[in-house]
């Protein structure tokens, strides 16, 4: 039996069923708008409390909104007193960006939030971008084309944001309306002038390795005082650093260090181009080819920041260049010098000609390396001073040179254009040339700070400096060839040259032996020795050649048949037997970690003394120096008991990293030595040339 229920009954059975449907969806909506009460409650509270005493803020609209344009609400911030500071959408190394919450009409939405051009504050090595007194920025609101406009709409909202000086910060924050009254118009045109306005064209961005590169249209016309790249892109750039910029026409090319602690990673960078004071534009980036040509830009926060005035640049590329002369770096090419400056006795006329074509090979020699390296640094090439001894072939080039000097020297067989005892002006200028290219693997005192602004400077600038540092190098010789006084010191020329010139074959056999082993050092030991083998060929062929000289014979065409093979062999023999070089860590007494930022950074971060020495093997005042100071039980010994971190950075090959720091310090070449106290920002840099107790006494010092 089926018992049917009223239809009154059924209908109210519906209608709540129904309700209790309603009810089940209209519950997360009402306990999620509770929710956003309730945190709005709470960010009113923590407003309330903040307070905005030492920025105020105030929210100002221009003029009524327009259906489908743009209407402009601007912030201002007012400092209570000259030392507090706000910041950029983007801070820096340290501060906290502006949030900002608008309760506008439905539809209407706001945009991008336009700063001014911020400024740079340095502190302890953190760089912030801030504003100093008061600032404005401007919110855009789009307006709906459909938007009922009934007078001017009374907009609300909170903003949260930090106040700082340089010792304190305080969080700040404020209840925002505008819309009516005294909220309207203001200072609306001058505002707008403060914007950093956007750049038609777009830039184009790539990201290496250890930098990003920018290139930013920008016409010729507009002048760059001091210009700098604020990057809106969190995380990704090391903004303390100094920023390279190169001018090619109407390109500006902007070199960034990334940050140790990024992805090195962005589909985009937007960001704001500092032209120098207030004045700037906003550029955007899409990623593309950035190639670094044209002429490097002397700026503010670069050279001028990190070199002194020209004319000292100049006085320490010549006296450095001098002060090679005794260096343990130059020692090679004494004996070419000295048989040189015997031979300046012989005349008046001989001497000066003599000191002439020697400055002109020495100076030249200088001036075509500064330029080699400029030129592979502006093509994105990581290169420093002394770079040629990076490379293999280079060195096995000037093994064979100091090979036949040495066999010249030692009578084995004449070549008029190296024979110091016989040849003209044109020796001297071949010994000018030799003798530059000897003396550029070390940097001696005066020296660095000079050739690391010529990484900076303006290319006729630095190859000033380059042959400056030559004319400096060549000063002696140049000198006793114009005074009477000093040639009249030297011994008059007899039958002792011949004596002298072959005991000159000793120290320039010795720099061919040093030349073997660091052709060793640089290919490995069966990249020596095929090398070797080239070599003996030559040998052979140049006592072949002196044998049929001393018989008065033509004797060069039998150089060619009797070096060829062995040339030959080499050609093929070399390149396939090459295998870079690592440095053994564990050979040193100071237990060294090899360098990098990374390494550096935590290093720096344990609390300890750090120690850091960049070397290479063909630096000869290096060597010096870690057989005096640095590879000394004293030092270890001093080293752990003060718990200084020790870390080496071999340059002995093409290193990117190390080139780039090198730079960032100022230095073209090595050595350089580094010493961080903990808790230190900048690093004390310590002389080029070492004592035995220098590193022990400075690690005990402060204990």
């Not at 909104?65 to 190394?93: C, I, K, Q, V």
């Not at 540092?469 to 000198?479: D, E």
Request: proline fraction near 7%.
């Amino acid at each position: 039996m089926t018992i049917a229920a009223p239809p009154f009954a059924r209908n109210a059975w519906f209608q709540a069923l129904l309700l209790a449907f309603a009810a089940l969806l209209v519950l997360p909506q009402g306990l999620a708008a509770q929710e956003a009460d309730d945190e709005r409650a709470l960010a009113l509270q923590r407003i309330e409390r903040t307070g905005d005493d030492r920025i105020a803020v105030d929210l100002y609209a221009d003029g009524a909104p327009r259906a489908g344009e743009t209407w402009m609400l601007a912030l201002r911030f007012t400092p209570s007193a000259p030392e507090w500071h706000g910041y950029w959408a983007n801070p820096g190394d340290a501060g906290l960006g502006m949030q900002l919450a608008l309760d506008l009409p439905e539809g209407w939405e706001a945009g991008e939030h336009l700063y001014p051009v911020p400024k740079r504050l340095l502190i302890a090595d953190l760089m912030n971008h801030i504003y100093e007194g008061e600032y404005a920025l401007l919110v855009p609101v789009a307006v709906p084309a459909d938007a009922v406009i009934d007078g001017i709409p009374e907009v609300t909202g909170m903003v949260e944001y930090l106040a700082c000086t340089d010792e304190i910060c305080v969080p700040q924050g404020a209840v925002l309306s505008a819309g009516q009254g005294s909220t309207l118009g203001r200072d609306f045109a001058r505002w707008r002038a403060e914007i950093a306005p956007m750049l038609d064209a777009a830039a184009t961005f790539t990201i290496t390795d250890q930098t990003l590169r920018l290139a930013i249209p920008l016409p010729e016309s507009v002048e760059l005082s001091d210009p700098h790249v604020f990057i809106a892109n969190t995380r990704l750039v090391d903004y303390a650093p100094f920023q390279s910029f190169w001018r090619d026409g109407d390109l500006l090319l902007v070199e960034v260090p990334l940050s140790d602690f990024g992805s090195g990673e962005a589909e985009t960078i937007e960001g704001i181009l500092s032209f120098g004071g207030e004045a700037g534009v906003r550029f955007a980036a899409a990623p593309g080819e950035v190639a670094i040509v044209g002429d490097p830009l002397v700026t503010m926060n670069s050279a001028e920041a990190l070199t002194p005035p020209l004319w000292t640049l100049i006085l320490g590329a010549l006296v450095g260049g001098l002060i090679l002369n005794i260096m343990p770096c130059v020692f090679p090419i004494l004996s070419l010098k000295a048989l040189s400056l015997a031979r300046a006795g012989e005349s008046e006329a001989e001497a000066r000609s003599e000191g002439l074509a020697y400055t002109a090979g020495v100076v030249l020699a200088c001036v075509a390396l500064g330029g080699i390296m400029l030129a592979l640094r502006a093509a994105g090439e990581q290169v420093g001073w002394a770079f040629q001894l990076q490379s293999p072939s280079v060195v096995i080039t000037l093994l064979v040179l100091a090979t036949v000097i040495t066999l010249n020297f030692g009578g084995i067989f004449e070549l008029p254009s190296i024979d110091t005892g016989n040849g003209q002006g044109r020796s001297a200028f071949g010994t000018g040339l030799v003798a530059a290219i000897a003396a550029t693997p070390c940097t001696g005192p005066f020296m660095a700070a000079a050739l690391g602004a010529a990484l900076l400077l303006p290319t006729p600038l630095a190859l000033l400096l380059f042959a400056m540092l030559g004319l400096g190098l060549a000063l002696p010789f140049l000198a006793i060839g114009f005074v009477p006084a000093l040639r009249k010191r030297l011994p008059k020329p007899g039958a002792w040259m011949d004596t002298f010139r072959k005991a000159m074959a000793i120290p320039m056999g010795l720099t061919a032996l040093a030349l073997i082993w660091l052709t060793a050092q640089l290919g490995g030991r069966g990249f020596a020795l095929f090398a070797l083998v080239a070599l003996f060929g030559i040998v052979l062929a140049l006592y072949v050649v002196g044998r049929l000289q001393k018989a008065g014979k033509m004797a060069w065409p039998a150089f060619g048949l009797v070096a060829a093979p062995f040339l030959i062999f080499g050609a093929f023999a070399l390149p396939s037997s090459y295998a870079p070089p690592s440095r053994d860590l564990t050979a040193s007494l100071l237990e060294p970690q090899a360098f990098s930022q990374e390494v550096l950074a935590e290093a720096r971060a344990s609390g300890q003394p750090v120690f850091v020495w960049f070397t290479a093997d063909w630096c000869v005042t290096c060597k010096v120096n870690e057989s005096v100071a640095i590879e000394r039980e004293s030092t270890a010994e001093a080293f752990k008991e003060a718990g200084v971190v020790a870390i080496v950075g071999d340059w002995t090959v093409r290193d990117e990293a190390i080139t780039q720091f090198l730079t960032e310090q100022g230095v073209a070449g090595v050595p350089l030595y580094l010493w961080y106290e903990p808790g230190s920002g900048e690093p004390e840099q310590l002389p080029q040339v070492l004592t035995p107790e220098m590193l022990s006494e400075r690690a005990l010092r402060d204990r």
